[in-house]
């Protein structure tokens, strides 16, 4: 019987795991690195009257992926029982023998069963797969896909469309495997085309009991980790899913595999399935499934890890799942991961209480007498009934599973995950504007996120019609991340949040009887001011606009608006009327120079106020090569020097920053003047790497009348 579990992960999976704990009564034990000493999976296992256990250090090769740290943890924190959650050593056959041989129990499949599947050369061996020998590759190979052997989360994979490339693609590939799992085995395989991600998660106990709960579709990736998921995998065909399933079985028994398990397929645009990998895990998409089948994976894992016979039969499925992942990152910009304060992180709920990872009332599981969950059949992963398991007409439900809370820092150190965000109802098309609105009307005011590209990816006619493929974000990502297009004659979106931003700013200045800004001044005749105007950047994008107000005996006047009226300004909303259309703005401000965040009809904004004078910069020299983001250079380009000779888009370094690599690249051809960068240095946004004086172009000789040279 497990009593206190520690969980050998970090963020949202940990806080994930500690809910399940706190319904079975189990006591949770977090670990976590000097970075993470105030973060929310510790002050979750804190408030449940669990323990933590520091960590030394920052990067997650000192911390997280040290097995004999966390081994040393479970003993001191007096832990029985050791989840991995995903990612780090969850599928690490060394680490999951540790845990055994320190008298402990590991929630997940025994050391041999993760031995066998953890390599996917090993893997696809076991599964009667030839590997493909990279030396022999010719150009009708092509393209090709170069791989992590171990681990996943699309760490140390390449894609390879000319053969000059494999090299480099797998010396990449090699090292971003090492830094993020500690193996840099890589392999290469031919990579498919227009093909869907298809997964089938897998449940076994020690008695021989195998469930499969269903497909997922993961096909909605960037940079080979997933963005979007379902279940079920909508459009395939019953003898598909059959043949799938039977696959999955047919890998869980081959290698008398024991809890949670997830098993990949690739589909062909022809139909065809080939086998990627079985993951030995839980996965990051698992609440879709839980959705649909009303189980708690988690309690699941843990009644089969105490030895427990799973029910005959597996639940039904009923309706249909979608979740989105909220990433600290910036789509437009190659997917740079933004770093920061974390204000707020809120969506509003769907029909009923939203649940999240850290909050929430739930009763307590009771292992197989509940089977199913840990409040019973057709019940939610945290017990509370699940709307949508019925049929027409019942509402969607949000579950919000979340490693942040209102004033936590992103750092650059992990994973730039922040929250998942998952809608179950009835039907497809259901979910998928449930989720759409959810998002839409989200209060995310911090780093740069991805939620408008989720929000537009939703709506996107092919995601829609169940026709998206591996390569959606490869063939839309530029008109997915494009500003939306302004009517010339309209005031846009932009000029009405900067209008909003200003208005409220000057309601909070104003100190007005309750913080109002009066927009209808009614007998105060002598308040009349001069034309006021603001200048905002909004971020990203750097886009500058100006707006200008006065106030006038008829109350707030926007010159430069005409057609929008000012109906309140209060400091943390603006209504404003276009067209004869009132539409609310909420706008939220923070100390510390932060923009200020305005949350309207139109999308979301942050916008910075810009001096009148411009604020004096440091010099930096022409060519200077600036840190995109904060991180550490991890290597840098062969024959780089001072002195040496570079070609403008030339690499010249790597950043890793949240669990990959960023490739920095010569800003302009000429001569590398000045190197600052160094492998293992940490560097913040903006930092110095490098200096390349340009070449300069010699004048051309005199041409004749013709054009011709003389």
Known sequence: MIRTLLVANRGEIACRVFRTCRELGITPVAVHSDADAGALHVRVALAAGGAAVRLPGNAAADTYLRADLLVAAARAAGADAVHPGYGFLSESAEFARAVTAAGLT?????????????????????????????????????????????????????????????????????????????????????????????????????????????????SLQRRHQKVVEEAPAPGLAAGVVSSLEETAVRAARAIGYVGAGTVEFLLAPDGRAQFLEMNTRLQVEHPVTEAVYGVDLVALQLCVAEGAPLPPDPPRPSGHAVEARLYAEDPAADFAPQTGVLHSLMLPAAAGPPRTSEGGSFPAARGVRAPYTAGGPGRSPGG???????????????????????????????????????????????????LTSALRGARIHGPTTNRDLLVRSLGHEEFARAQMTTSFYDRHLPELTRPPRDEPTAPTPLHLAALAAALADAAARRQAPGGVLPARFGGWRNIVSQPQAKTYRAEPGGAEVEVRYRLTRDGVRADDLPGVHVLAAAPGRVVLEVAGVARAFDVAGYAGGHPAYVDGPHGSYALRPLSRFPDPRADTPPGSLLAPMPGTVVRLADGIAPGRSVQQGQPLLWLEAMKMEHEVAAPATGVLSALHAAPGRQVEVGALLAVVEEAVVEDAPPRDQEGTQP
């Open 384 to 434: 509370a009934p699940v709307s949508g398991r019925g049929g027409i007409g019942e509402p969607p439900t949000l579950r919000l599973d979340t490693g942040y809370a209102a004033g936590d820092t992103v750092t650059p150190y992990y994973d730039a995950l922040l929250a998942k965000a998952v809608v179950h109802a009835p039907t497809r098309a259901e979910a998928i504007r449930a």
């Open 106 to 218: 590991w929630v997940g499949p025994p050391p041999e069963a993760v031995e066998a599947m953890a390599s996917k050369t090993r893997a696809k061996e076991l599964m009667g797969l030839a590997p493909f020998d990279p030396e022999k590759a010719v150009e009708s190979d092509l393209p090709l896909l170069v791989k992590a052997a171990a681990g996943g989360g699309g760490r140390g994979m390449r894609v390879v469309r000319a053969l000059v490339e494999l090299d480099a693609a797998l010396a990449s590939a090699a090292a971003e495997a090492e830094a993020a799992f500690g193996d840099g085995e890589v392999f290469v395989e031919p990579y498919v085309e227009g093909g869907r991600h298809v997964e089938v998660q897998v449940l076994a106990d020690a008695h021989g009991g195998v469930w499969t709960l269903g497909t997922r579709d993961c």
